[in-house]
Structures are given as C-alpha cells and as structure tokens.
C-alpha cells in the first residue's frame, strides 16, 4: 500500500513557543490540543479518501449524523516520547492500529488500513514535532478515532464515516502520579456484558463507565473496578485500565475474559516479566480470590495499566462493605521495577531488544 498524500493546510494562529511552554509546565492530562488535526474520510462508494492535516479546531456535523444518535465510534491512546537526543517515537503503534481495525470490525465501522494508520502519527508529528515535551514522564498523547457521520436516522451502519487524529501534551494520568491509589468496587453498574462490545475501544463503553467512576469519586477514590455482569464475581478491568495481581511466590495473574480491553501495556508489562523469569497467568480471577489472596498473604502487589496511567500501583480497593489492602503500603517492589523498565524503553534510555519503538518524526 502507498504512503498517503496528506493536502495540508497549516495553522495560522498557531500557539507561540512562550505559550506552549506554559502549557507544558502544567499539561495534565490533554487538557490543551496542539494545533493541528489530520483527518480521512470514508465512504462506500470511494473507500478511503482526502486525507488531510488542517488546522486542530471545531468539525463540521450533521444533526443527524449516526455517531450522535447511536454511538456509531472507536478511538485509540498511544503516545510520542521525546528521546534525549531530540527523536519523537511511539510504542507498538501496529498494535493500537490492529486493535482500532478490531474496534471497527465489532461496530460495523470500515478497517483503516495498518500503513494509513501509521501515516497519520508522522502526518500530525511533521507540522506539530514542537508539540512533544520533554520533561520527565511527560509525552504528547495521541488520540485517533472514527465515527459514523453519515446523516441518517434508521439504524443501520453509516455509509460515511470520518477518521480524525488529535493530540495532546499528558504528564500523569493520576494527580498522584506514581503513588498507590484507591479503587472502588462498582457492585451497581457493569461496563460489558457477554457478547457486549467491552473488547471494543469505543465510546459507549466509557459513557457507561462514568456512572459508577462518579461512585468511586463519591468515595474518595480514583477509579472504578467493573466485575463480569453473568455472575458479578469475576475481575473484568477498571474503568480505563487493565488490573494485574502479583503473587509471592512471582506469579504474575490478570483476568481473562473477553469483555475486557486487550491492553498493549499489559501486554508489554508481562512480556518483560515473562523474560525476568515471572510465570504469567491469563485467567478468570474472582474477588475473592483478591480478598483472601490479601489475607493470606499470597497477593502481594496489584497493580492497573494502560497507556494513559502506565503502570500505577493499587493499594486499596473499596466496596460498599468491605476493603481490601491499604494506601499507606506504598508501591510494590515488582511494580515500580517493571515500570522503570518499560518507560526506560519507551523514552529511549534502555535498548529496545523487541522492536516495540518505532520513529515519528524525520
Ligand atoms: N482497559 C481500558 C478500558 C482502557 O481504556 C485502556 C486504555 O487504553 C486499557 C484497558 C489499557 O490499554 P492500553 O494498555 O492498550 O492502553
Ligand atoms: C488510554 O490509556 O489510552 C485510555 O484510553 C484510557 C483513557 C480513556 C483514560
């Protein structure tokens, strides 16, 4: 397939070096945009077509566009990491651009093609590389999605759909930054169901989630633990990451289910314990198991990961009347260690011996 030709239309008013240094100071998570979008469009008849860069501001949408009516989207999160001699790269882009086709399969959204994909991180790094900070921990979060635009109200699949790319400077997903936080158990509201889209990266599932992470802010935590809807007793995955026990004995468990998100970063995380000897188990967990592993001493650590979070220790989950573990435990051992590991990688300061890295910018 053949590299797009992006028609670009550069930002005018783009922001000063004075102005976006400000923001860079203070970037939280993706609460400025740079300032540019890239954009492709898609229809039945055409396929994909007029890819663009244009200026990073407010789009063009039917009232009665799919997307507004049924939910008709998919999005992605990875990042661009500044390396110390000036390089912009990003972690398993091929995996977020597998995972987006998977995302579009289940929501009956066309498949954007892995190099188109690929395409629009360095379109968007071409005009806005400034935009990729580098202060520690700190990244350009790049967020791709698609909707149905088409302007129907039957339910039926759009037969006009749009791509967008946007981005945003992020430091820690968590104002805590890598300090243990608190998770409630939502024992109310599910996230997924069997046969559901929980697999899926799309909207709905977030919109369904915010119920409950209201809940958990109510009781003072920072994210929300979903259980399987069936039985409501096994561990499905948090609001916006992957959850991962740590054994005494090294075993490192996440649940296996397939209403959960395939996550990139946990993927990674127990590849790396994997090769430091660890044995991984990809298996139904229940909360009890949590519960009593904590008692006993046998769980040792738990940790959540995802992109935006990376890896953040867990030190208490709250449910309505019970709690397992303590904050005041501090972060795990094993879990701070395999987050050295994996951010070494990923800001270029350890070698990458998996191929995981690949280069934005030039
Ligand atoms: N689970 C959910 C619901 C998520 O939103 C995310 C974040 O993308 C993850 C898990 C972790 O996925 P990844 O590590 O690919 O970012
Ligand atoms: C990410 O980590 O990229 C996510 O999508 C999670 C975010 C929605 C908090």
């Known amino acids: 397939m053949t590299a797009l030709e992006f028609n670009r239309q550069l930002n005018l008013q783009a922001k000063s070096p004075a102005e976006r240094e400000a923001i860079f100071a203070n970037p939280g998570f993706c609460n400025f945009m740079t300032d540019h979008m890239v954009d492709i469009c898609w229809s039945e008849t055409g396929g994909w077509h007029r890819p663009r860069i244009q200026p990073y501001g407010p789009i063009e949408i039917e009232p009665a566009a799919a997307v507004l009516h049924y939910g008709q989207e998919i999005f992605e999160g990875l990042k661009a990491y500044r390396h110390a001699d000036g390089s912009i790269w990003t972690f398993r882009p091929d995996a977020n651009a597998r995972r987006f086709q998977s995302s579009a399969a289940r929501m009956a959204l066309p498949e954007l093609p892995v190099e188109y994909f690929l395409d629009s991180l360095k379109a968007l790094i071409s005009v806005d590389a400034d935009w990729v900070p580098s202060a520690p921990e700190t990244s350009l979060y790049l967020r791709p999605f698609m909707f149905g635009k088409e302007a129907f109200l039957g339910v039926r699949p759009a037969k006009k759909v749009a791509y967008y790319l ?85 075993t490192l468990v996440t649940p296996l289910s397939d209403s959960i998100l395939p996550g990139i970063t946990r993927d990674s995380v127990l590849t790396l314990a994997e090769e430091r000897g660890h044995t991984v188990h990809r298996r139904p967990v229940t909360i009890q198991e949590w519960r009593d592993g904590v008692e006993s001493g046998d769980i040792v650590e738990v940790f959540a990961c995802g992109t935006a979070a990376v890896i953040t220790p867990i030190g208490e989950l709250k449910a309505k009347d019970f709690t397992i573990g303590s904050t005041d435990t501090g972060p795990g051992e094993l879990t701070m260690s395999l987050r050295e590991e994996l951010t070494d990688i990923q800001y270029g300061r350890r070698p990458d011996t998996h191929g995981w890295m690949y280069r934005l910018d030039g």
């Open 166 to 250: 946007i981005a945003g400077p992020a430091g820690a997903y968590f104002t805590s930054g890598a300090a243990p936080v608190s998770i409630w158990l939502s024992e109310n509201y599910s996230r997924a169901g069997k046969g559901g889209t929980g697999a899926a990266k799309t909207g709905g599932n977030y919109a369904a989630s915010l119920v409950a992470q209201n809940e958990a802010y109510a009781n003072g935590c920072q994210q929300v633990l979903f259980l399987d809807s069936t039985t409501n007793s096994y561990i499905e995955e948090l609001g916006g990451m992957n959850v991962v026990f740590v054994y005494k004995d090294g």
